[in-house]
């Protein structure tokens, strides 16, 4: 079965960029039905999506983010990756991968991501 | 952006009761692209509904979903102890994709 992985780098200072990977076991991230999304949960409040990426390359981030945010595709290691540049404390949050239609159907345990000096 | 408000906030029932949980929306969700997801302490949110009503793989019939527009309504016939948790909608129709703020559905 499918499932995915997120990288735990832990702890990122502020004005750094936070970079997560989410490895993709029993499935290819090449597939063409799916899109690989990144949704963060910060500490106790709801979830924020932020963005996708498919495997043609295209990419949809949301607008609140989309300055600061790269998602790609590593068809190679079956893996795809966030970037969140110049991150503060309010970029403190579980983050999750997850699979989807634009809805996910398949979800990361998540890692969190405390930024602090 | 559009924007979707949960109610209510906290629910109390019982094991065996009906849970009725209410999605509103800003403005029309196109085509009833709106799915729900159920989230246990420290696990990742689990999908349960989209399409408004198609129910995920292996989700029981007792979750059952309604609505169109911007009125949407998750309702769970007879409430199990698992069934305990906070509950998302979430709106696919237009980017970006937003959830509401979620319902907490706790034992009474």
Known sequence: QVQLQESDPGLVKP??????????SGGSV??????WSWIRQPPGKGLEWIGYAFHSGSTNYNPSLK????ISLDTSK??????????????????????????????GRGTLITVSS | EIVLTQSPGTLSLS??????????ASQSVSSSYLAWYLQ?????????????????TGIPDRFSGSGSGTDFTLTISSLEPEDFAVYY????????????????????
């Open chain 1, 15 to 24: 004005s750094e960029t936070l970079s997560l990977t989410c490895t993709v």
């Open chain 1, 30 to 35: 090449s597939s063409g039905s799916y899109f």
């Open chain 1, 67 to 70: 300055s600061r945010v790269t």
């Open chain 1, 78 to 107: 079956n893996q795809f990756s966030l970037k969140l540049s110049s991150v503060t404390a309010a970029d403190t949050a579980v983050y999750y991968c997850a699979r989807g239609y634009w809805y996910f159907d398949l979800w």
């Open chain 2, 15 to 24: 094991p065996g009761e009906r849970a009725t949980l209410s999605c509103w």
């Open chain 2, 40 to 56: 246990k302490p420290g696990q990742a949110p689990r999908l349960l509904l989209y399409g408004a009503s198609s129910r995920a």
């Open chain 2, 89 to 108: 909608c979430q709106q696919y129709g237009s980017s970006p994709y937003t959830f509401g703020q979620g319902t907490k559905l706790e034992i009474k």
